[in-house]
């Protein structure tokens, strides 16, 4: 059995930029013996976030540092402030994203770990998570379109 990293400094961090937010890798599944992810994001005001997407490896859960999040889960919307906290379960279709004036930044668990595989493929490696970088490209796009189903992930339409 692998063993977990007790500590894990903070130069081992790693940030990517995704679709106009910051992703910071707190715990990776190398850190918690495939246990979980564990991530900091800060996403912008206005941000609509992912679309509707359903994961079938992973659970998701998110708690609320900064801001507000509009939660959606199974087609029901959820306002957290800070100190919210949503779950996002496997096999039911998620989303979340920023309806605020100002930035939110939230923790997102998953478990078990394997999602950081996904986010790597998408992401942009960036250097300052408190700054936040462009919006996404169609390019960045058609990215997380292709990689989706690779990692498990099924986008939904829009409604």
Not at 20 to 25: A, I
Not at 42 to 60: A, F, K, L, Q, T
Not at 89 to 105: K, L, T, Y
């Amino acid at each position: 059995m692998q063993a977990m990293n007790a500590t894990i400094p903070a130069a081992k961090r790693r940030t990517l930029a995704i679709t106009g937010g910051c992703y910071t890798f707190l715990a990776t599944g190398a850190d918690t013996a495939n246990a979980y992810t564990l991530l900091e994001a800060y996403v912008p005001p206005h941000d609509p976030g992912p679309p509707p997407h359903v994961h079938s490896r992973e659970e998701e859960a998110f708690f609320v540092l900064e801001g507000e999040l509009t939660l959606t889960v199974d087609g029901r919307d959820q306002v957290l402030g800070r100190g919210g906290f949503c779950i996002g379960p496997r096999g039911v279709p998620h989303r979340f994203r920023n309806d605020g004036v100002v930035p939110a930044r939230f923790l997102v668990l998953a478990t078990p770990a394997g999602i950081e595989h996904f986010f790597a493929e998408i992401g942009t490696p960036w250097a300052d998570p408190q700054q936040l970088p462009p919006p996404p490209t169609p390019a960045d796009i058609e990215r997380i379109i292709t990689a989706s189903p690779r990692h498990g992930i099924t986008i939904l339409p829009v409604r």
